[in-house]
């Protein structure tokens, strides 16, 4: 029979590549699986800390066959998975940029977050059957405030700012709000004129040799050269 692995041992034989997505609590219960096949049957229960100068995780192992003990998931434990994947990602970022990708141009200039409040309204019931599992609702929650904040990438169409409701008609006076953003975005888009870019020489003569746009890739028609995408709508500035 061959010996039991050490905790050291299948922590230095397991790595970022052995988990499809690169997710800390996927690694750690590969690990906790590995022990499991590795050495016994056990139970584990998994108990997760936020004290930094405490370790980040404890495994309680109790086994049929010996006396509980403990494996400790320290920092230093964890640390080469996190460059590991810093490293990972790093790769993913260098690739998905790389020109001629074929990556989507999916920049959001204009993102909305919103916050609904609610308060609990006590409310009364019958109560039902005795001799059935049931549920008892004692209070109900009605919806009486937003908070909503415009980040704008482009203060010239639309300045980021932030809005506030409360009162009656909580969900109607969002939606009502929100299209009144919409529309006046899209108007100020369409109404959002640019002088033509003045180049100097050099860009003067990049222009000129250029065969397709740096920013998205594509090639320019013949005899149809523009100095300026609007990479916002797609068309010509």
Same mark, same amino acid.
């Given at each position: 029979?061959?010996?039991?692995?050490?905790?050291?041992?299948?922590? #230095?034989?397991?790595?970022?590549?052995?988990?499809?997505?690169?997710?800390?609590?996927?690694?750690?219960?590969?690990?906790?699986?590995?022990?499991?096949?590795d /050495?016994?049957?056990?139970?584990?229960?998994?108990?997760?800390?936020?004290?930094?100068?405490?370790?980040? *995780?404890?495994?309680?192992?109790? #086994?049929?066959?010996?006396?509980? *003990?403990?494996?400790?998931?320290?920092?230093?434990?964890?640390?080469?998975?996190?460059?590991? =994947?810093?490293?990972?990602?790093?790769?993913w970022?260098?690739?998905?940029q790389?020109?001629?990708?074929?990556?989507?141009?999916?920049?959001?200039?204009?993102?909305?977050? @919103?916050?609904?409040?609610a308060?609990?309204?006590?409310?009364?019931? @019958?109560?039902?059957?005795?001799?059935?599992?049931?549920?008892?609702?004692?209070?109900? /929650?009605?919806?009486?405030?937003y908070?909503?904040?415009?980040? #704008?990438?482009?203060? %010239?169409?639309?300045?980021? /700012?932030?809005?506030?409701?409360?009162?009656?008609?909580?969900?109607?006076?969002?939606?009502?709000?929100?299209?009144?953003?919409?529309?006046?975005?899209?108007?100020?888009?369409?109404?959002?004129?640019?002088?033509?870019?003045?180049l100097?020489?050099?860009?003067?003569?990049?222009? /000129? %040799?250029?065969?397709? @746009?740096?920013? @998205?890739?594509?090639?320019?028609?013949?005899?149809?050269?523009v100095? %300026?995408?609007?990479?916002? =709508?797609?068309?010509?500035?």
């Open positions: 029979m061959a010996p039991k692995k050490t905790f050291e041992d299948i922590i #230095s034989e397991t790595t970022i590549d052995d988990i499809e997505e690169p997710d800390a609590t996927k690694y750690i219960n590969l690990l906790k699986d590995k022990i499991v096949i /050495q016994f049957p056990l139970k584990i229960k998994i108990i997760i800390t936020s004290e930094f100068k405490t370790p980040i *995780a404890f495994d309680r192992i109790e #086994s049929h066959y010996s006396n509980p *003990a403990k494996v400790v998931l320290t920092q230093n434990n964890l640390s080469k998975f996190y460059d590991d =994947l810093i490293d990972k990602f790093k790769a970022v260098d690739q998905f790389e020109r001629g990708s074929g990556f989507d141009f999916n920049d959001y200039l204009f993102v909305i977050y @919103c916050d609904f409040e308060c609990n309204i006590p409310m009364q019931s @019958c109560t039902p059957d005795p001799d059935k599992s049931y549920t008892k609702p004692i209070s109900k /929650q009605e919806i009486n405030s908070g909503m904040y415009v980040h #704008s990438d482009y203060p %010239e169409i639309y300045k980021s /700012q932030y809005f506030h409701y409360d009162g009656d008609d909580v969900v109607k006076k969002y939606v009502e709000k929100i299209m009144s953003i919409f529309k006046k975005i899209t108007y100020n888009i369409k109404h959002n004129k640019k002088d033509k870019p003045i100097n020489k050099y860009e003067e003569d990049e222009f /000129q %040799e250029a065969t397709e @746009c740096y920013i @998205c890739g594509k090639e320019f028609e013949e005899n149809n050269k100095r %300026e995408h609007d990479h916002l =709508l797609l068309n010509i500035l």
